[in-house]
């Protein structure tokens, strides 16, 4: 009998991109492990010989999650634009490109930090280390540009882009990512002149 498709791909990879779809489309305390095994056509024993804990799964989805927009993201930013104070705002228009994608949900790491509440789960763990990358990305861009008050302007640039993806997840709406471009570039603006 010729191994299908499936059976060629690593266990532990077809649990993660069962885990993967159904996390971020259904949230991460919404999706049992039953389903994850059904799903990835893998064995109960299998899915704890890789990962320990649902709560591990987690993590190690929330890890390649991270994995995933250090590489296609901030490559995606760098691409549209070479100045510094043009990336800032080349953030925005990504996230409109992300926004319009048809399986849009919201950011797997917002969403599961609201979903695992307790900062001790190795969960929001993750979720908190990607927050904190994003942040020193952006405040990388901020010093790049000589900005000033570069820690306060890269928050704001995170909290917009933040608020940008709630918002666009809630209302469907990705026209919220060029509202917040506006309100970026009132700020770099204001932060040029002071």
Request: overall charge negative.
């Amino acid at each position: 009998m010729a191994p299908t498709k499936t059976s060629r791909i690593p266990v532990r990879d077809r649990i993660l991109a069962a885990a993967s779809e159904l996390f971020y489309r259904e949230g991460v305390q919404n999706v049992g492990i039953d389903r994850i095994i059904a799903e990835s056509g893998v064995a109960k024993m299998s899915l704890y010989n890789h990962f320990k804990s649902k709560d591990a799964l987690i993590a190690a989805w929330l890890e390649q999650q991270d994995d995933s927009w250090r590489n296609c993201f901030l490559a995606r930013v760098e691409a549209l634009a070479t100045a510094p104070g043009d990336r800032l705002l080349a953030i925005f228009d990504v996230l409109k490109e992300w926004f319009e994608e048809p399986n849009f949900r919201g950011c797997a790491f917002i969403n599961s930090a609201v979903e695992l509440v307790h900062s001790d789960h190795p969960g929001y763990q993750v979720a908190l280390a990607h927050n904190q990358a994003t942040h020193a990305f952006v405040l990388r861009l901020v010093h790049a540009a000589q900005l000033s008050n570069p820690e306060a302007l890269a928050q704001q640039i995170i909290l917009l882009m933040e608020g940008a993806i709630v918002v666009a997840m809630i209302q469907r709406n990705a026209e919220v990512a060029l509202q917040a471009k506006q309100a970026a570039t009132t700020l770099i603006a204001a932060s040029h002149s002071s």
